[in-house]
């Protein structure tokens, strides 16, 4: 009876079907876990490379060589870093244009700084979707296993010549296996979905506050180069 049981022989014995829930439950939840490393290092690594940028960005450095620092190092290519370059390259593209006033100039840097932004959303939010699709399917694809194996131990009971609890117990055994391993994949996926959400929601308000002082920072520069120009033609 102990051989009978086992968990392994269970699984062999279980119906095809059953077997086939139980790959796929096994599959969805090896890809989950991989995901959920892949994304555990890509919030740590967006996490230290805003504080190392905003570091650098406070400390005082030049914005002009601070973004030709940027453009040189093929390591800063995304995060708070890419939302910097968009902002500054169309904030000097407008710059120059001489019809451009400040309104323009500021509302043009503004919505190049908001495409980065979507762009790094989507970065952070990659994979999400499917955690979120593992944590809530595979409970129910594990009580479809679950369903099915139980009728097919009632099925074997009635036509039995003598029912007894040794004659339904692996078959009910083996169904159970499938809703456990549904709730074995939805649990951490749903922990992890939870967790890089709330982190991501995070990340994101984070770079819309530096985008906005950065845009504060950039106004006063206009306002302070064109009161600039205001003030020549008087001291001459």
Partial sequence: MAEQLSFWSLIVNASLLVKLVMLILTIASIVSWVMIIERSLVFSAAHKAFQNFEERFWSGIDLTQLYRQLNGNPE??????????????EFTRLRQQASADTENIMGGTQRAMRVAMSKEADVL???LSFLATVGSTSP?????????GIMNSFRGLANASQASLATVA??????LIATAMGLFAAIPAVMAYNRYTMRSDRMLKAQEIFAEEFSAILNRQLHMVKSQASKKPVES
């Fill in 76 to 89: 800063f290519n995304g995060g708070v870093e890419s939302i910097f370059r968009a902002g500054f390259k």
């Fill in 170 to 175: 692996p078959g009910i055994s083996e169904a």
């Fill in 140 to 148: 129910y694809i594990g009580l479809f296993g679950t369903v099915w």
């Fill in 125 to 127: 939010d990659k994979h």
